[in-house]
């Protein structure tokens, strides 16, 4: 099993920035992924970005964010960062963890809250 606990969303104006930390915890061998995905009200939850962990750091990021977030991990902490800069009323979500391994196995955090006022 592992335990994913996302931090550092909050309320911030349009054009700012927020840094989302995911701390990972658990069986971490065989995750070979982390990612973030978020989920506006009466949305489907929807791909952030993505990097692998076994092999090289590769990144995806989905269009709408491709410019202004930034995804990057520290494996000795077991971390993965969001950098989220020029932030836009659209943004406006719940942002979850995701880790997964080989086998396909998905992990999820419980989500952190981010708000961007216009």
């Known amino acids: 099993q592992v335990q994913l606990v996302e931090s550092g969303g909050g309320l911030v104006q349009a054009g700012g920035s927020l840094r989302l930390s995911c701390a990972a915890a658990?069986?971490?061998?065989?995750?070979?992924?982390m990612g973030w995905y978020r989920q506006a009200p009466g949305k489907q939850r929807e791909l952030v970005a993505t990097?692998?962990?076994?092999?090289?750091?590769?990144?995806n990021y989905a269009d709408s964010v491709k410019g202004r977030f930034t995804i990057s991990n520290d494996n000795v902490k077991n971390t993965v960062y969001l950098q989220m800069n020029a932030l836009i009323p659209e943004d406006t979500a719940v942002y979850y963890c995701?880790?997964?391994?080989?086998?396909?196995?998905?992990?999820w955090g419980k989500g952190t809250l981010v708000t961007i006022s216009s």
């Open positions: 658990g069986s971490m061998s065989g995750i070979n992924a």
């Open positions: 990097i692998t962990i076994t092999s090289g750091g590769s990144t």
């Open positions: 995701n880790a997964r391994n080989r086998w396909d196995t998905n992990y």
